[in-house]
Nanobody
Framework: QVQLVESGGGLVQPGGSLRLSCTAS????????MGWSRQTPGQQREVVAT???????NYADSVKGRFTISRDNAKNTLYLQMDMLKPEDTDVYYC?????????WGQGTQVTVSS
């Protein structure tokens, strides 16, 4: 059974930082491209950052220079370091694992940026 479990969300002030983690089980983690997306209820899910099995990264323009995606294959864990957070970064953040056949999703973790 595939499981992606996100953690690290919470409430932070504008300009602050958070680090999200996503621990995977039930997949050969180092074979999967991983990613972070975010979604506000009623709106389309936005891909924030992706990292390939070879650790090539890509970012949405809205987060370039502020967010950093990384992976630790030994720990089956994906990270998203979020710095210089803005109120518009408030959302539910989802971890994803994309293989040849399909994409798996986690349950999401809430990030709220507010003073």
């Amino acid at each position: 059974q595939v499981q992606l479990v996100e953690s690290g969300g919470g409430l932070v002030q504008p300009g602050g930082s958070l680090r999200l983690s996503c621990t995977a089980s039930g997949i050969l983690f180092n074979h999967y491209a991983m990613g972070w997306s975010r979604q506000t209820p009623g709106q389309q899910r936005e891909v924030v950052a992706t990292i390939t099995s070879g650790s090539n990264t890509n970012y949405a323009d809205s987060v370039k220079g502020r967010f950093t995606i990384s992976r630790d294959n030994a720990k089956n864990t994906l990270y998203l370091q979020m710095d210089m957070l803005k109120p518009e970064d408030t959302d539910v953040y989802y971890c994803s694992a994309t293989g040849v056949a399909r994409t798996f999703w986690g349950q999401g973790t809430q990030v709220t940026v507010s003073s």
